[in-house]
């Protein structure tokens, strides 16, 4: 079966250091992959996507991601954290096919230490 | 700015009494989804429409329904709400196609059952 898999429930991080969120899918063949990130009460926000390509790949708020193939993995990382990004992250996947539904892991929830 | 809208933001509702979640986007996409997302769990997908086509994923119960009576609108219906189906319901859009895309999400709707 399709699965993504997010093994860090919780991590925390001091303000200013740098972030590493791991995660590994099990798929038939190279899903799309894609990191969100939800605040509290709120929806999911994309903070980046890898298709096909380069395989680091650049999103928003400073947050980049690397596929690698052979580690069947696509590690969320950021240099230096700032308070605002304590949230839940949830890495996620789908096989291909532009209608296919999300497989999310179950999140990791990023906690910052002042 | 183009935008998914879920309304209302929260909903209150009393067992077993049918409630309709709503859900709009102004980004003209092909294809709508009702994700649900119990407290500290990932989003799991219920059913999508692309177009006009229904598309129920296999293990969603049969107490939840959906319409989409146009490209912008589409809405969860919950039959007879048990404790069970508190939860918070994200709706999602994409383009659709063959090509890979990335999926919008609302803002949610929080639904409290009791």
């Known amino acids: 079966a399709q699965s993504v898999t997010q093994p860090d429930i919780h991590i925390t991080v001091s303000e200013g250091a740098s972030l590493e969120l791991r995660c590994n899918y099990s798929y038939g063949a190279t899903p799309y992959l894609f990191w969100y990130v939800q605040s509290p009460g709120q929806g999911l926000q994309l903070l980046l996507k890898?298709?096909?390509?380069?395989?680091l790949v650049q999103g928003i708020k400073g947050f980049e991601a690397e596929f690698k193939r052979s580690q069947s993995s696509f590690n969320l990382r950021k240099p230096s954290v700032h308070w605002s990004d304590a949230a839940e992250y949830f890495c996620a996947a789908h096989s291909g096919g532009g209608a296919d539904g999300l497989t999310f892991g179950k999140g990791t929830h990023l906690i910052i230490q002042p | 700015d183009a935008m998914v809208i879920q309304n209302p933001r929260y909903q209150v509702t009393q067992f077993g009494k049918p409630v309709t979640l709503s859900c709009s986007q102004t980004?003209?996409?092909?294809?709508m989804y009702w994700y649900q997302q119990k407290s500290s769990q990932a989003p799991k997908l219920l059913f999508h429409y692309y177009d006009k086509d229904f598309n129920n994923e296999a293990d969603t119960p049969d107490n939840f329904q959906s319409r989409r009576p146009n490209t912008s609108f589409c809405f969860l219906d919950i039959r007879s709400p048990g404790l069970g189906d508190a939860a918070m319901y994200l709706c999602?859009?994409?383009?659709?196609?063959?090509?890979?895309?990335?999926?919008?999400f609302g803002p949610g709707t929080r639904l409290t059952v009791l």
């Open positions: 980004l003209n996409h092909n294809v």
């Open positions: 999602a859009t994409s383009r659709g196609g063959l090509a890979p895309n990335e999926q919008f």
């Open positions: 890898y298709f096909s390509g380069d395989t």
